[in-house]
T-cell receptor, first 113, second 111 residues
């Protein structure tokens, strides 16, 4: 299984809602990532988990809260988002090491009203 | 800091014609270079990567890239494109666990 799955595919939420994005992989990868991608732009790294521990937080606002319950799952909890947070949220995973290729999921397209 | 620059924002090309997407990198240390493709409404897929060794790297779907240290380039090529190659292409360099992407090149293949 070389697939990273993400749910939901689409999400519409109001600025007062709380929602969660989910990501799953069964490739045995011990590094997992969240990216944010705006239209016509490259992905921007948000968080990196290494062995289920948060290793990188790219100064992301606290209204985004990541969680890694186990080595296969990665969540992104959303609360009090702003309209400018509307974007495609991509999850990725990779083996450890600087030469490792990242495998991306299809993304969750988020619209904040 | 390491970074990549994609020199073309848009590349229109006719079906069965060759295409080259240009990428330059800046680094004073060893580099690990990648090309990713993003089809419409999808995530990113790895096309190929250069870690070390042979400077000509072959990837999936008939793509190849050449690492040129003297010109600090990693250009992507395909000798004959198909309509299905219409997509966004990203060059990237990695440092530890971070991928630093170029701005992307939009390839539009026309019949």
């Amino acid at each position: 299984d070389t697939e990273v799955t993400q749910t939901p595919k689409h999400l519409v939420m109001g600025m007062t809602n709380k929602k969660s994005l989910k990501c799953e992989q069964h490739m045995g990868h011990r590094a997992m990532y969240w990216y944010k991608q705006k239209a016509k732009k490259p992905p921007e790294l948000m968080f990196v988990y290494s062995y289920e521990k948060l290793s990188i937080n790219e100064s992301v606002p606290s209204r985004f809260s990541p969680e890694c319950p186990n080595s296969s799952l990665l969540n992104l909890h959303l609360h009090a988002l702003q309209p400018e947070d509307s974007a495609l949220y991509l999850c990725a995973s990779s083996p450890q090491g600087p030469t490792a290729s990242q495998y991306f999921g299809p993304g969750t397209r988020l619209l904040v009203l | 800091a390491q970074s990549v620059t994609q020199l073309d924002s848009q590349v229109p090309v006719f079906e069965e014609a060759p295409v080259e997407l240009r990428c330059n990198y800046s680094s004073s240390v060893s580099v690990y270079l990648f090309w990713y493709v993003q089809y419409p409404n999808q995530g990113l897929q790895l096309l190929l990567k250069y870690l070390s060794g042979s400077t000509l790297v072959k990837g999936i779907n008939g793509f190849e890239a050449e690492f040129n240290k003297s010109q600090t380039s990693f250009h992507l090529r395909k000798p004959s494109v198909h309509i299905s190659d219409t997509a966004e292409y990203f060059c990237a360099v990695t440092v530890d666990y971070k991928l630093s992407f170029g701005a992307g090149t939009t390839v539009t293949v026309r019949a």
